[in-house]
């Protein structure tokens, strides 16, 4: 068994940071006691925009204050950096029609430089200001000192070539980090997800953010991932949705006013903002606003526009993403019946259409329990808590790190919530009552992977009382589990006859440390076979209950029986009773099964009767309450 270290304890240099370097945002996140978790800058903002302004004669400006510059000086405000970085300028001819600023040699004319007017920058420094300033915003909410913190894992496209790779490791240079390790993007997200405690599967990765589409196709193998395949667009994202809305309302100022907003590079920045806002109003409601104000130019526009407008506009770019997952299966030679999971991930993948397209292309629902822009910068974060020995591939990410369920008859178990099932989650089930006349249920919640209620930890035991009499098997006591996302659990019971119900709520993880829950895993992969037979054991015995039960509550009936079929029941029963000993679930169930089939005389007996009784007027509940 492996063992967790404590947490903090080996942290000489302070924690190692994960950093998602986004071409259009960029996250940062560490791994501590709580789990991955992003840090956000003074003003609880988590998203730092991937933009570098370098106004002249000052210090640059990184972030949303450089993206606010971008209108005032789109010359000198560098955003898309990754997109360049680590290639040369032949290799940039159609990437530079797109952007406003200029590109030029290098000195040594090997990589593609920025041209800033008054000098020149090459696209490691803008990625440099980037990750430094991810660094600040770290030290400032960890309450550490910057130099503290110069260790990280920076995530990349799984595209990425080496010369790419290299130059993003001169930008940590340039910034003081050191990258213990380069993570590929879709390898972050199904950390992020935990699915690398999983058996062997293919997971999909479909990756929209601003302005590129990645689709990966992973296969998890014994806790490590490959790369299959990958297949997507470059030019493909959130920008052209903004880009169909932007259009919109250029055509229709411009009908209105006469004016060409998109002419000025401000006019274009402020429709940009605008046009991005309504599309994200759109992601959760039926309508956005699309306004845009420049009392200079005597404009003043504002317009509705209702999701099926921007459905259709977007449509054709949403069709160009499906056929990036065609494409990535086809390479991969897999149907979509290979597939195990889908991962949403990208700001992008926030838009409804998206979604479902992606939903149905797959033919499953996608996972989107975390956050897709920060899902990459979680994985970065548990890759950089393994690395620092915070976290083994046991870990407590947002998911439950043991399964939750009830004690049933015989003291098994009913797994109501799995372990490693995301958070928040809700389950259900239903159980009934073993004996007639039985007014309270008692619940005891169960948390671990054993068989056997005795053999996990129990959380607590509550009752369901003032069940009014019935028959055994009648009451339907429905159990709701609720998770919520901060792992707290509450417990909801309800007889749906008579509608008493009652709750409890409490803390699963409490009390348990990193160290128990791996010891706990491990416990029930050591008796994952002995406790399979005791389940079984205990499964056949409650049957073999209930059946003996039956057949004493009718012995009135014995003397209908014939000799024959009196003295095999007799034998049956003698063995039942003395059974007590039997600890092989197949010597036991060979009781079972004779006594079920002994008795079966007995009950046609009963069945002819209930006939008779329901004739008379009698109904089915009150005869079998006697
Ligand atoms: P990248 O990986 O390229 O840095 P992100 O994953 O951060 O990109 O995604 C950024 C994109 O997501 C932008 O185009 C942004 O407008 C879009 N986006 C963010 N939130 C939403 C939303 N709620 N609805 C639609 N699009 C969104
Ligand atoms: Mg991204």
Sequence with gaps: MTELPIFGQDTPQGPILGIDLGTTNTLVAVFDASGARILADANGEELLPSVVSFPKDELPLVGQSALDRAR???KRTIHSAKRLIGKGIADLKEEQASLPYDLVNAPDRSLACIDLGYRQVNPSEVSGYILAAARSRAAQALKIKREDLTRAVITVPAYFDDAQRQATRDAARFAGLDVVRMLSEPTAAALAYGFEKKEAQRVIIFDLGGGTLDVSLLKLEKGVFRVLATAGDTRLGGDDFDRFLMNLAAEKIQKKTGVDVLRSPAGRATLRRAAEDCKKQLSTSETGTLKYHDPQAGVAW??????RTFQKGITPYVQRALDACAQVLQDA???IE???????VGGSTRVPLVKAAVSQFFQTTCHDE?????????????????LGGKANNLLLLDVTPLSLG??????TVSKLIPRNTAIPSQAKETFTTYVDGQSAISLNIIQGEREMASDNRSLGNFTLSGIPPMPAGLPQATVQFTLDADGLLRVQAKEQRSGVETEIAIEPKHGLTDKEVESMLQDAWDHAEEDLTQR?????????DTVFRSVEKSNSLFSQLSEVQRERLEDAREEATTSDSVTSPDLLKGILDELEDASYPLAEILMNQVAVHAVQGQNLTEFSKE
């Design 72 to 74: 005032f000086d789109p």
């Design 302 to 307: 504002k317009q509705e526009i209702d999701w």
């Design 333 to 335: 030679e897999l149907n």
């Design 338 to 344: 290979d597939v195990d999971e889908v991962v949403l």
């Design 370 to 386: 975390l956050d897709p822009e920060k899902v990459v910068a979680l994985g970065a974060a548990v890759q950089a808590g393994i």
């Design 406 to 411: 009830i004690e049933t008859m015989g003291g």
């Design 536 to 544: 079984r054991l205990a499964d056949v015995r409650t049957q073999l």
